[in-house]
């Protein structure tokens, strides 16, 4: 199983990102997928997730009404839209897969893979 994220990159505070989650290996359909950041000296933080059939989505109150987590089961692609960027949302940012969108939450998802860099400048 592999999970490949990619998209990160240096902004200005304000801008946008889009982050994209390509995945193999994976029976997609049946999973629930999420994101979570790694901010330097912080505990990871669960971003975002959405259940398989994209009917369910869980945001932090961190990213509410700025973060959009959305899937293409036909390319078998997460992808986080990330708007209104501000200096505290510098991290590095992974995708997670479990069939379990609460132990994605939880940080005890099944699958992760490497993330990519968000950088946001003021």
């Known amino acids: 199983v592999q999970l490949q994220a990619s998209g990160g990159g240096l902004v200005q505070a304000g801008g946008s990102l889009r982050l994209s989650c390509a995945t193999s290996g994976l029976p997609f359909r049946n999973y629930a997928m999420g994101w979570f950041r790694q901010a330097p000296g912080k505990e990871s933080e669960v971003v975002a997730t959405i259940t398989w059939s994209g009917s369910g989505i869980y945001y932090a109150d961190s990213v509410k009404g700025r973060f959009t987590i959305s899937r293409d089961n036909a390319k078998n692609t997460v992808y986080l839209r990330m708007n209104s960027l501000k200096p505290e949302d510098t991290a590095v940012y992974y995708c997670?897969?479990?069939?379990?969108?609460?132990?994605?939450?939880?940080?005890?998802?099944?699958?992760w893979g490497q993330g990519t860099l968000v950088t946001v400048s003021s």
């Open positions: 997670a897969a479990d069939v379990d969108p609460a132990l994605i939450r939880s940080g005890r998802q099944l699958y």
